[in-house]
């Protein structure tokens, strides 16, 4: 577990997110996964949470609310441009069309359930969830297809985007 916050504090440090560098740090050294037990899906997911004012999925290169070149040059914003081609062109075709399908998936503890709420940060990219989950005893990727409308972009990364859709059970 102190592997993957030294990596993520790294990353973190490297894109100068600073005020969650120092969430990180803070929790870290007042939390320790490996002791507690998760209860249920809203303990595990904290109070961290994707914004629910971030443009929507089919939006992308059809509004203001994205860089104008994002499709043109998606890989400038990404810190994971190989994991970004799984999905790219699936964000492309569904510029402009709400309801065009997109798969998602999410890491989670097996303890969190296997069910994607409302307001649970997601991925478009298989391989970004399994990067999450990697390391992690008992945890899980989910994954669901899902209306491009139901997305929201957290607008830092093209790995990491909200579900705004109604909760999905498997």
Same mark, same amino acid.
């Given at each position: 577990?102190?592997?993957?916050?030294?990596?993520?504090?790294?990353?973190?440090?490297?894109?100068?997110?600073?005020?969650? %560098?120092?969430?990180?740090?803070?929790?870290?050294?007042?939390? #320790?996964?490996?002791?507690?037990?998760?209860?249920?899906? #809203?303990?595990?997911?904290?109070?961290?949470?994707? !914004?629910?004012?971030? !443009?929507?999925?089919?939006?992308?290169?059809?509004?203001?609310? $994205?860089?104008?070149?994002?499709?043109?040059? !998606?890989?400038?914003?990404?810190?994971?441009?190989?994991?970004? $081609?799984?999905?790219? *062109?699936? %964000?492309?075709?569904?510029?402009?069309? !709400?309801?065009?399908?997109?798969?998602?998936?999410?890491?989670?503890?097996?303890?969190?359930?296997? #069910?994607?709420?409302?307001?649970?940060?997601?991925?478009?990219?298989?391989?970004?969830?399994?990067?999450?989950?990697?390391?992690? *005893?008992?945890?899980?990727?989910?994954?669901?297809?899902? #209306?491009?409308?139901?997305?929201?972009?957290?607008? *830092?990364?093209?790995?990491?985007?909200?579900?705004?859709?109604?909760?999905?059970?498997?």
């Amino acid at each position: 577990m102190r592997d993957k916050i030294l990596k993520l504090a790294k990353y973190l440090k490297t894109i100068k997110c600073y005020d969650e %560098l120092d969430y990180l740090l803070t929790i870290s050294k007042t939390y #320790s996964a490996d002791d507690h037990e998760l209860d249920s899906e #809203s303990e595990y997911k904290m109070q961290h949470q994707p !914004p629910d004012d971030g !443009p929507l999925g089919h939006e992308i290169g059809k509004t203001d609310n $994205f860089p104008k070149d994002i499709l043109q040059h !998606p890989e400038w914003y990404t810190g994971y441009a190989k994991e970004m $081609f799984d999905f790219i *062109d699936v %964000l492309r075709a569904g510029s402009g069309k !709400p309801n065009a399908k997109i798969r998602i998936y999410r890491a989670m503890p097996s303890k969190a359930g296997v #069910s994607i709420h409302t307001g649970n940060w997601v991925t478009p990219s298989r391989a970004y969830a399994e990067m999450h989950a990697e390391g992690e *005893d008992g945890w899980h990727i989910v994954a669901a297809d899902v #209306s491009l409308k139901d997305i929201r972009w957290a607008g *830092d990364d093209l790995m990491e985007w909200g579900y705004w859709g109604l909760p999905i059970s498997d």
